[in-house]
């Protein structure tokens, strides 16, 4: 009789301790990450983090970008090259594209990838767009004059591009290798060295999503 | 020059590069065979020429799989092509070499009491299954294979490696020397079927990982529009159909030699 009593006693306890904790995991859940320490990202992290450019250059669709607008909210992905380059840009395109497709779309959606031609004379918006949308679609792909891109790269200290060779068809053309990740507060913490591979996108790019950036 | 093929930084271009290491390992293994053959053979030997032409295929395969394309795509570009090598070095060549040399330069080869021992021990079924198995294995970690193949001596390294696990391995089966006491039929066909199993572990993490395994590959200038992980999916069909079908294909003639053997047998006995 009393076991019965207590069992009766405690249900209601036991139902209100149960709703109490869904909804403290539902609250958890609902909050935002903490933004990752540099040390728990694999990409070089920003001893000062960097500010998002402002600048707008014209799409392979010929629209006019503006970058900072355009890509507010956004984990943003930007990188500077060419589509003659050997290695580093087509390497660096194709592990972010494989695995933006392998990663859950609440985070693949909130990433935004943009490449800036470093060689504005070959790179026409018929060979760019193409070019790029053979790794995803939502690439995008923007031209402009070659001193206005290096103007940008200063911006965000990358070297300036710069040709080699003195055939017209066949030059090759130097650039930084590094891809550049701005994040929802509009600032770089962190940049991506040639060398990174999908595992380490794999792991930073939900990171740099899900956290809490101090937007501003 | 480069004298063995290792990955380089460098787009792939079809246009055609010597090895110098491939050409003279050609060399040697043809001079060895032929010049040992003329220097060592005795009248008696002469009867027994040996298979010439195997041993010259054997050889070709050899050359095929380590000099250009086939050797800087493995080496730099290409999973997929990476394993052709592997099945060609481990599984196509060592059968053609043991059966295309004649019995007795194999017993000059291991004249020498060291020689014999060390033949009789790696020759053990068991001691060459472990020893084949984990060269195998160590040849595919990720470690080994980006640590080693962007060097020509690492690379070379790998090949060799892979090259002397194929004959130990297929020693037991296609060996000639009586007094290595090969197995019987069922022996051989159950150590051939029990080799198809351990190959499907790298192969399974080939074809189904997620993201490349292989640093090397993945960072590799690209070829053509393949992706890193459909080129390793590629690797793991490789690796296990092509060697199954291989070692499949041996345990069925040798599963009707056995049956003719037997058949023989009673037809004398009757």
Known sequence: MANKRS??????????????????????????????????????????????????????????????????????????????????CPIHMANIAAVLRNLPPD?????????????????????FGPWLAQFDPSFVG????????????????????????????????????RVIAFTADNRAHVSYPFGTRQNDWAHDLPLLVKAEWETR | MNWWCAAQDTAWSWTWQPYAGVWLMVVVLLGARFLLARVWSTAADSNEPGRPLLYVVGVFILWTAADWPIGPLGAGYLLSVHTVQYILFAFVAPPLLIAGTPKWLWRRLIQPDWAFKTAWTLTRPLVAFLFFNVVLLATHLPSVVDGLT????????????????????????????????????????????????????????LTYARYPIYALYELAPPINNLTAVEDQQIAGMIMKIVGGFIVFGIASVLFFKWASHEERAETEQA
């Open chain 1, 7 to 88: 069992n009766t006693m405690m249900k209601p306890f036991g139902r209100l301790s149960i709703t109490s904790m869904i909804a403290v995991i539902g609250a958890a859940a609902c909050i935002p990450d903490a933004p990752p320490r540099p040390d728990e990202l694999r990409g070089t992290s920003y001893p000062a983090p960097l500010e998002k450019p402002d600048f707008s250059l014209i799409r392979t669709n010929g629209d006019t970008f503006d970058f900072r607008a355009e890509t507010d909210g956004f984990v943003t992905l930007l990188f500077f090259g060419y589509t003659h380059c050997p290695d580093v």
């Open chain 1, 107 to 127: 985070v693949s959606r909130a990433v935004k990838v943009v490449m800036v031609s470093t060689d504005p004379d070959r790179d026409t918006p018929d060979r």
């Open chain 1, 142 to 177: 923007l031209i402009g004059p070659i001193e206005e891109v290096n103007a940008i790269q200063s911006r965000l200290q990358l070297p300036p591009a710069s040709k080699y060779g003195d055939d017209p068809g066949s030059y090759t053309v130097g650039h930084s290798a």
């Open chain 2, 150 to 205: 962007a060097s020509q001596l690492g690379s070379f390294a790998v090949d060799m490696s892979w090259l002397g696990a194929g004959i130990v391995f297929w020693w037991p089966i296609l060996g000639p020397l009586p007094e290595l006491k090969p197995m019987p039929y069922p022996g051989r066909i159950v150590y051939l079927i029990a080799n198809v199993f351990i190959p499907t572990v790298p192969a399974a993490f």
